[in-house]
T-cell receptor, first 113, second 115 residues
Framework: NAGVTQTPKFRVLKTGQSMTLLCAQD?????MYWYRQDPGMGLRLIHY???????AKGEVPDGYNVSRLKKQNFLLGLESAAPSQTSVYFC????????????FGEGSWLTVV | AQKITQTQPGMFVQEKEAVTLDCTYD???????LFWYKQPSSGEMIFLIY??????QNATEGRYSLNFQKARKSANLVISASQLGDSAMYFC????????????FGDGTTLTVKP
């Protein structure tokens, strides 16, 4: 029973490099989200998806792109990483728009040097 | 304006005592949900409790209860009989149903349980 799985869990990037974070859920959820969490702060929504083939901007979308080609996967891309993108990234999913539970992945620690 | 406000950056409680973590929210939606999450030092987000805006009774889950005061727009978390393992960061979050189910998080409260 995997739930929400994020890969990789840790990564160090040089400024200007690109990378993709993968989020996979095995619960057939329609809604998926990418958040970032900076030290001592709550989560801020980067992008989200309300179904396969759809994506939308959240609170802090600049510098990130996403894709939801398959219902179970939600990819977060950094085209040209910047030190300001050093953060912990959380993927989450929920079954319905008014679901009483949001399931989180374990987080991906990204450092940009 | 912040949608979720947690006014207590840090709280201390003696083991076995109860503690209340404050959360106020701001929304014009009639339909929304309120959540509390625990984040221990290991970093994962652990779901604790949920309250729907139309739920008339306060939610309870074991030692956790949510004191929901709709008119005041507050959703305080009450932890009874605190344990050392309750030491963690606690986040209040709100999901607005007319906003594609997006959840907004507060900045968190760090709870330290003293032996």
């Amino acid at each position: 029973n995997a739930g929400v799985t994020q890969t990789p869990k840790f990564r160090v990037l040089k400024t200007g490099q690109s990378m993709t974070l993968l989020c996979a859920q095995d619960m057939n959820h329609e809604y998926m989200y990418w958040y970032r969490q900076d030290p001592g702060m709550g989560l801020r929504l980067i992008h989200y998806s309300v179904g396969e083939g759809t994506t939308a901007k959240g609170e802090v979308p600049d510098g990130y792109n996403v894709s939801r080609l398959k219902k179970q996967n939600f990819l977060l891309g950094l085209e040209s990483a910047a030190p300001s993108q050093t953060s912990v990234y959380f993927c989450a999913s929920s079954y319905t728009i008014d679901g009483n539970t949001i399931y989180f992945g374990e987080g991906s620690w990204l450092t940009v040097v | 304006a912040q949608k979720i406000t947690q006014t207590q950056p840090g709280m201390f409680v003696q083991e076995k005592e109860a503690v209340t973590l404050d959360c106020t929210y701001d929304t014009s939606d009639q339909s929304y949900g309120l959540f509390w999450y625990k984040q221990p030092s290991s970093g994962e987000m652990i779901f604790l409790i949920y309250q729907g805006s139309y739920d008339e009774q306060n939610a309870t889950e074991g030692r956790y209860s949510l004191n929901f005061q709709k008119a005041r727009k507050s959703a305080n978390l009450v932890i009874s009989a605190s344990q050392l393992g309750d030491s963690a960061m606690y986040f209040c979050a709100m999901r607005e149903d007319t906003n594609a189910g997006k959840s907004t998080f507060g900045d968190g409260t760090t709870l330290t349980v003293k032996p």
